[in-house]
């Protein structure tokens, strides 16, 4: 079996200890199917014009050993090494958003590595719309275009209003009636979905890896909050998957590998009738995983690895 070289993309200006990036390097740099691990990152000096789409090489640096974290990204910084994508049996992105257009487009035009998730996949299924191929496993859902159509969905139940291409919980709009005062951008339109009052008994994440579970958190929203994510103020706790989840993945995993899609977090609600819905599906930069193998016991960063290899030897 061959060994496999990879260029991992990241962005270590926002990094901290709690980021998955380092835990899944280690996990990949001593597996013996990995012969090579290099890392770049956009907050490195030099590399603006590759992370623009507009440069072929980019500065970075080769894992010796292990990769620790630090405050100061002493080893991000000083890049001793100029890498060509093209010659790399894969490139993986953790890199978070924002990702512009043009950075995609050049991806998609490398023909040497495997490229992990494929660029195409992301910009199909990290859009919001994307959810209105699952009608049957989601809230209500609707695109709309204008205040006048956001108010007009209103009128059946309260609302929240989701920027295509929003991350992290920023952006979105609840309208509670159709006469209420809210403020939007209608320079793009929204995914409008139904409120859910269930919401704080909190969003499910569920890591996803190749297709395969691996793990599952529940983010509780912060007392007299609705919105679940971490960065708004939410909590989370380590999580059972229900049989609906179950039945939710069954439907949308084969979908994500059709897209290119190896890493994916799964996010679900309960609905008005208690059961879990899908709500949101985040392909970019998932973390969690070491958190995860905290939670539960179990060997997670191992075996979203595994799950990774299996990915790209099924491709490269």
């Not at 490229?115 to 709309?144: A, C, Y």
């Not at 209003?161 to 709009?173: D, E, F, M, N, W």
């Not at 949308?252 to 879990?276: K, M």
């Not at 070491?290 to 075996?303: D, F, K, N, S």
Request: proline share 6%; hydrophobic share 40%.
């Amino acid at each position: 079996m061959k060994r496999l070289n990879f260029l991992i993309l990241t962005d270590h200006s926002g990094h901290s200890e709690q980021n998955s990036l380092y835990a899944l390097v280690n996990t990949l740099a001593r597996d013996l199917r990995c012969a090579r691990v290099d890392l770049a990152s956009r907050g490195t000096a030099g590399n603006g014009a590759f992370f623009a789409g507009a440069g072929t090489q980019v500065r970075g640096f080769t894992v010796a050993e292990r990769l620790a974290f630090r405050s100061d990204g002493a080893a991000f910084r000083e890049a001793p090494g100029s890498f060509d994508p093209q010659e790399y049996d894969v490139v993986w992105l953790r890199l978070p958003h924002p990702v512009s257009d043009d950075f995609f487009t050049y991806l998609g035009t490398l023909t040497g590595p495997l490229v992990v998730n494929r660029p195409e996949g992301i910009v199909q299924t990290g859009n919001k719309s994307f959810l209105r191929n699952f009608p049957d496993l989601t809230p209500p859902v609707r695109l709309v275009a204008s205040e006048e159509e956001a108010r007009a969905f209103a009128r059946e139940f309260p609302i929240v209003l989701k920027p295509l291409r929003a991350y992290g919980g920023h952006g979105i709009v609840r309208l509670d009636h159709p006469d209420g005062e809210f403020a939007a951008d209608w320079s793009k339109p929204y995914l409008a979905m139904k409120f859910l009052p269930n919401v704080s008994r909190g969003d499910k994440r569920i890591l996803l890896v190749n297709g395969k579970i691996l793990a599952a958190s529940l983010r509780v929203p912060a007392p007299g909050e609705w919105l679940c994510n971490v960065a708004q103020g939410g909590t989370s706790v380590a999580a059972d998957i229900d049989p609906e989840e179950r039945e939710i993945v069954r439907h949308l995993a084969p979908e994500l590998l059709r897209h290119g899609i190896c890493f994916a977090g799964i996010d679900t609600l309960v609905n008005d009738v208690g059961v879990r819905v899908l709500s949101e599906i985040n392909t970019l930069s998932i973390g969690g995983f070491p958190q995860a193998e905290v939670q539960t016991g179990r060997p997670i960063l191992q075996l979203a690895i595994d799950e990774l290899f299996d990915f790209c030897y099924a491709r490269c």
